[in-house]
């Protein structure tokens, strides 16, 4: 059985700094993207960043809105994705997930390409 489990979130002041952790059980962690989604009250889930494979690079992309302000790091020997959020705006308060992807390159910021889903962590934001 694939689970993927966060953990990090909470509160945090606007301009601060949270770190959310997605450990991963039940797959071959290399083989798999790792992106971090989330969905604020009243809107759709989107995407905020992924940490691709080794064996097709190795890169992280993110969404425009927090390039320069979070940061993907995976552990592949500790099979746990990180997503490090500094500078905190009010804007970034949702749940936030992360989930396993095999998808080709251009495909990775879509949902739809994501069969394992974490439960979800809450973060708050706020002065």
């Known amino acids: 059985q694939v689970t993927l489990t966060e953990s990090g979130g909470g509160w945090a002041q606007t301009g601060g700094s949270l770190t959310l952790s997605c450990a991963v059980s039940?797959?071959?962690?290399?083989?798999?993207?790792f992106g971090w989604f989330r969905q604020a009250p009243g809107k759709e889930r989107e995407f905020v960043g992924v940490s691709i494979r080794p064996g097709s690079g190795g890169r992280t992309y993110y969404e425009d809105s927090v390039k320069g302000r979070f940061i993907i790091s995976r552990d592949n020997a500790k099979r746990i994705s990180t997503l490090q959020m500094n500078n905190l705006r009010s804007e970034d308060t949702a749940i936030y997930y992360c989930?396993?992807?095999?998808?080709?390159?251009?495909?990775?910021?879509?949902?739809?390409?994501?069969?394992?889903w974490g439960q979800g962590t809450q973060v708050t934001v706020s002065s």
């Open positions: 039940g797959l071959n962690f290399r083989d798999y993207h």
């Open positions: 989930a396993s992807s095999q998808a080709a390159l251009s495909a990775v910021r879509l949902l739809s390409m994501y069969k394992t």
